[in-house]
């Protein structure tokens, strides 16, 4: 019992001793005091970024838009830059929604006068630019079957965007007694001119992001990168919400709610007031591919 302590004892010792033997080796090695990184390439550093890039929109109801642009970048840091970015969207690709309205929607009604029309008065963007700054916290090596290798790196972006919406106009259109002033009998007349009228605004809102950077070269990489813009639009061009709070003849009737003629008055005389009440806040992803050409093409090596 006595060697059987004794060895344990000793074992104990031998393993106490042996990361603080085996620490004082390394220190004394031939690389004791090198730098972790020799000779690094600073893609970024100093270095003007000019991207053409074609993206598409992600998760819409009713119509995708295919977006064409560029955005330049100037990097301060190998980790950190500013850009001002450009696109605009002349392909509008309608959803599987959008057709089976057109082509089973009852129509005659105002806020979907004529069914085979329903996709000029649903909203569309046409351009967007932006102010954004871009953080790279994350770089390394990419190999593809142990043969194909490229530096990627991967990178966050933010700021604030500008984005060209246009959507069906405003519109107030009835039946009923006591509309308010600007509003028209819904005949269907006015009512088909109210879903092809058109009206165009900017709507200003955040964007953010993150980005892949794969680099083909020393000059040239290729990236793929998802952003997201929220901000309020009425995608559908219908009545979808009211902010009114009385209504009627007698004026206690309660027409909050769904829409702006929600109310007993109103039910056989209804009226529909399309406005920026009934714009709702949608996340508005996007995903995009580009290639980036670097200037100067030479980039500077770390020590």
């Known amino acids: 019992m006595k060697r059987l302590i004794g060895t344990m004892v000793l074992a104990g ?28 390439v600073q893609y970024r550093l100093n270095r003007l970024a000019i991207t053409p890039s074609v993206g598409i929109t992600l998760q819409d109801e009713f119509s995708r838009d295919l977006f064409f642009g560029v955005r330049a970048d100037y990097h301060l ?19 599987s929604l959008t057709d089976n309205i057109a082509g089973r929607a009852p129509g005659n009604t105002v806020n979907v006068p004529q069914r085979s ?27 593809l079957f142990q043969s194909v290798t490229a530096d990627v790196d991967l990178y966050l972006v933010g700021g604030v965007a500008f984005v060209g919406v246009e959507e069906r106009a405003d519109a107030c259109l009835g039946t009923a007694m006591n509309q308010p002033s600007g509003c028209r009998q819904a005949t269907m007349v006015n ?6 009228n058109r009206a165009s605004r900017v709507a200003i809102a955040p964007t953010f992001g993150f980005g892949l950077n794969f680099f ?23 009545d979808e919400n009211s902010t009114l709070t009385t209504c009627g003849l007698a004026g206690n009737e309660s027409c909050a709610g769904f829409s702006d003629y929600v109310s007993t008055y109103f039910s056989s005389n209804p009226r ?10 949608v996340f508005n992803q996007m995903v ?10 030479a980039p500077r090596i770390g020590r």
Do not use: C
């Open 13 to 40: 010792a031998a393993l106490m001793a042996a990361p603080a033997q085996a620490q004082e080796i390394q220190l004394r090695g031939p690389l004791a005091g090198a730098r972790s990184v020799s000779r690094l």
């Open 77 to 95: 840091a190998d980790w950190f830059g500013v850009g001002l970015g450009g696109a605009f969207a002349p392909v509008h690709i309608d959803t």
């Open 117 to 143: 029309a329903f996709a000029e008065q649903i909203g569309r963007r046409n351009f967007m630019v932006d102010l954004h700054a871009t953080f790279i916290p994350l770089r390394g090596k990419f190999a």
């Open 191 to 196: 009512m088909r001119a109210s879903q092809t």
């Open 216 to 238: 083909l070269n020393r000059f040239v990489s290729l990236n793929l990168e998802y952003r997201a813009t929220p901000f309020s639009w009425n995608r559908s061009g219908t």
């Open 272 to 281: 529909t007031i399309i406005n920026a009440d009934d714009r709702t806040l």
């Open 288 to 297: 995009s591919l580009g290639v980036s050409i670097f200037l100067p093409t």
